[in-house]
């Protein structure tokens, strides 16, 4: 048989297209090599589009830096992000790092929902927390001693003032190391009836009140905390086994007893029911006039108050209580599945995210754990105060039992009934320990009995 010939431009042609489809292979052996190294990790997030644009640009930075490893962000959607963890939790299926409320962190823990962090922390990849971190702010992401997760942003309290009606009364602005003797009697100053007396007068007509020294937290159990704290006490013991000795100890009732008083005794503040009734929230009051005092709120409102026409505003601390200057917090971290199948990169990502990467830009609009990302606020007439609130903090009472809140109530009717009009002439240690403490510690006694 002859053999056939190919033409010089077939067979040059044939020879480049064998070098393009071995160079195509090679690129896609290559491509498909690079895909199998890539390591593929979920961030789950509870936040808005805005909030998601922040966490976007974090997973951009953190992927600059580590190019190997990808980072999906998961939306939680629409509803409770807590049942939506819970129903994670339950099926397997967490993302590898996910956004958790502190106040949750037992509950998820004993759920089987959170890595501890310590092996990690304390790892080759690790670091020391207390030199990067402000220590009460870390430490509300522990749970039974150990760390779970790594705080995203959190809010301390402090009192808003409406800087003209001090101004107008001749009172100086307060500083550190007030007290809540010295919050009442300011309170009584600014506390004004139709007829133009202050709560001090003896014409003082309680009945007729248009403008409040301060407001009060309502059914808003957390924002109560901190006068706790303040006052010496906790409401439930650091085992997290009973609420008795406790949420009626001396000292919690005293607080209980500051807040009952300057509602129903001094005329400060109004009752629940007032609160209840606002048609536009506490906030609006205060704008209005209403209120010259708003009574440990966090920094959630910078952008509504500049916003006001002529509205000139202070942001005060906390006062200092028997017990000292302590407070509470609002707290949000990053916490691991479990069933990460490569810990060591979720790790990466997760220290990542709590840290100098996602911490430049979560610290753009809420604080920092890390004292060096707050150096550009402690300078600022609205954000200076909270900053300086995170030396006061104590662990919350939530991290001490995953029951406290379920039992607590949220709202906590119990706690807003002692600011209601009907109550007052209540006996505060009497309802204390004959009503709520018994139907509190039932809660807690059947739960850990399951």
């Given amino acids: 048989m002859k053999a056939y010939k190919w033409p010089l431009i077939y067979l040059s042609a044939l020879i480049v297209l064998s070098m393009l489809v071995a160079a195509g292979m090679a690129g896609f052996a290559s491509k498909t090599a690079r895909a199998q190294d890539t390591i593929q990790l979920t961030l789950g997030s509870w936040d808005d589009e805005n909030g998601n644009m922040r966490h976007l640009a974090a997973i951009e930075d953190f992927q600059a830096v580590y190019p190997d490893i990808e980072v999906e962000l998961v939306p939680y959607g629409t509803g409770n992000p807590h049942a939506k963890i819970l129903t994670w939790i339950a099926a397997g299926e967490l993302p590898n790092v996910y956004m958790a409320d502190s106040s949750y962190l037992p509950l998820y823990v004993e759920s089987g929902g959170l890595e501890n ?12 927390p207390y030199e990067v971190f402000y220590p009460g702010v870390y430490e509300n992401g522990f749970y039974q001693g150990d760390p779970y ?42 506390t004004v009836d139709a007829n133009g007396n202050n709560a001090t007068s003896p014409d003082f007509d309680p009945d007729n009140i248009v403008q409040y020294g ?13 006068v706790v704290y303040s006052f010496g006490s906790h409401t439930i013991s650091d085992d997290g086994t009973t609420f008795d000795g406790y949420i009626n100890s001396e000292e919690t009732i005293a607080a209980l007893q500051w807040m009952h008083d300057a509602v129903h005794v001094y005329h400060v503040a109004p009752t629940s029911e007032f609160m209840a009734a606002l048609p536009s929230g506490a906030m609006q009051a205060f704008y209005d006039g209403q209120f010259a005092m708003v009574f440990g709120m966090g920094p959630w ?18 006062p200092t209580g028997p017990g000292g200057h302590r407070g509470a917090v609002c707290w949000a971290g990053f916490g691991m599945s479990p069933n990460s199948d490569n810990k060591d990169a979720t790790w990466l990502l997760l220290k990542a995210l709590g840290t100098e990467i996602g911490q430049t830009h979560y610290s753009e609009h809420a604080l920092s754990a890390m004292p060096a990302m707050m150096e550009g606020k402690l300078d600022h007439p609205f954000w200076a105060t909270f900053v300086n609130e ?17 039992c607590i109530g949220e709202p906590a009717a119990w706690y807003t009934s002692i600011f209601s009009e009907e109550s007052a002439d209540m006996d505060i240690a009497a309802y204390m320990n004959g009503d709520v403490v018994p139907t509190l510690q039932q809660c807690l006694d059947q739960n850990l009995a399951e």
């Fill in 301 to 318: 409102f910078l952008g509504q108050m500049e916003e006001q026409p002529g509205f000139e505003y202070a942001i005060l601390p906390m």
């Fill in 149 to 190: 997760l790594l705080n995203k942003d959190y809010s301390t309290v402090a009192v808003y003032a409406n800087k003209k009606l001090f101004d107008a009364a001749g009172i100086a602005l307060p500083e550190e190391g007030w007290t809540y003797d010295d919050l009442l009697d300011i309170a009584m100053q600014l």
């Fill in 390 to 406: 995170a030396e006061y903090l104590d662990p919350l009472d939530d991290l001490k039992s995953p029951y406290y809140l379920q």
């Fill in 214 to 226: 301060m407001d009060q937290r309502h059914d808003w159990w957390r924002g109560f905390q901190t």
């Fill in 117 to 128: 962090l310590r092996p990690f922390i304390e790892g080759e990849d690790g670091f020391d």
